[in-house]
T-cell receptor, first 110, second 114 residues
Framework: SQQGEEDPQALSIQEGENATMNCSYK?????LQWYRQNSGRGLVHLIL?????REKHSGRLRVTLDTSKKSSSLLITASRAADTASYFC??????????FGTGTRLTIIP | DTEVTQTPKHLVMGMTNKKSLKCEQH?????MYWYKQKAKKPPELMFV???????INESVPSRFSPECPNSSLLNLHLHALQPEDSALYLC?????????????FGPGTRLTVT
C-alpha cells in the first residue's frame, strides 16, 4: 500500500503560473524524494530532501519538508508546457525501499 | 552513463507463453528494482536485488521470476501470466552505499497479456 497521499490528484494551470503539489506521509522517514513521469514512460528523479532539511531548491523547483506535520510540498515556478507530467513523492526509511505517493497529474495549458 | 535500459519496449504475450524482460545499467549501482505500474497509479514495488541477492519480494506471484545474473543486469521471467498482469514494468537502480536511495528508472516495458 502507498504511504504517501498527494493532493491535488490533478492540476491544470496556465503556462507561466506556479504549480504547487502536496504530499503527506504516515511514519518517520530518512528522506523524501520527488519524481516526474511523462505519459507512459519511466520516472525521473527531481529532488531529494533529507529529514533534517526544511527547504531545498533546484532550478525552478522548490521543495519543503515539515516532519512535524509529515508533509512536503513541491513548487514549480514559471511553468512550461514541458512540465506537463505526473509527479510522485516517494518516502525512504534509509533502506532499499521507496514508497510512492498517489501522484499529481499536472497539465500546463499553453 | 546515467541510463537504465529496458528491452523490449512493448510485449504482447498469451497466457501460455514464456517471455523475459531485460534491464541493464552501467552506473555501478548495487541495488536494482522491478516495479509494476497500472495506468494512473503509482509504481508498485515487486522485487529488490541488493549486491546481486534478492533482498525484497513483495509477495509477488510465482509466475513472475526475477534473476540478477550480474551487477549490471536484471531479468524478469514471465510465465502463465493473467490478463490483469498487463501493465508497465519499470526497472530501476540505485547506489545504496550512500543510504539515500535515489533511483534511476528505465523507460519501461509495456506488457499486454491476451
Amino acid at each position: 500500500s502507498q504511504q504517501g497521499e498527494e493532493d491535488p490528484q490533478a492540476l491544470s494551470i496556465q503556462e507561466g503560473e506556479n504549480a504547487t503539489m502536496n504530499c503527506s506521509y504516515k511514519t518517520s522517514i530518512n528522506n523524501l524524494q520527488w519524481y516526474r513521469q511523462n505519459s507512459g514512460r519511466g520516472l525521473v528523479h527531481l529532488i531529494l530532501i533529507r529529514s533534517n532539511e526544511r527547504e531545498k531548491h533546484s532550478g525552478r523547483l522548490r521543495v519543503t519538508l515539515d516532519t512535524s506535520k509529515k508533509s512536503s510540498s513541491l513548487l514549480i515556478t514559471a511553468s512550461r508546457a514541458a512540465d506537463t507530467a505526473s509527479y510522485f513523492c516517494a518516502t525512504n526509511f534509509g533502506n532499499e525501499k521507496l514508497t510512492f505517493g498517489t501522484g499529481t497529474r499536472l497539465t500546463i495549458i499553453p | 552513463d546515467t541510463e537504465v535500459t529496458q528491452t523490449p519496449k512493448h510485449l504482447v504475450m498469451g497466457m501460455t507463453n514464456k517471455k523475459s524482460l531485460k534491464c541493464e545499467q552501467h552506473m555501478g549501482h548495487r541495488a536494482m528494482y522491478w516495479y509494476k505500474q497500472k495506468a494512473k497509479k503509482p509504481p508498485e514495488l515487486m522485487f529488490v536485488y541488493s549486491y546481486e541477492k534478492l533482498s525484497i519480494n513483495e509477495s509477488v506471484p510465482s509466475r513472475f521470476s526475477p534473476e540478477c545474473p550480474n551487477s549490471s543486469l536484471l531479468n524478469l521471467h514471465l510465465h502463465a501470466l493473467q490478463p490483469e498482469d498487463s501493465a508497465l514494468y519499470l526497472c530501476a537502480s540505485s547506489s545504496i552505499d550512500r543510504g539515500l536511495n535515489e533511483q534511476y528508472f528505465g523507460p519501461g516495458t509495456r506488457l499486454t497479456v491476451t
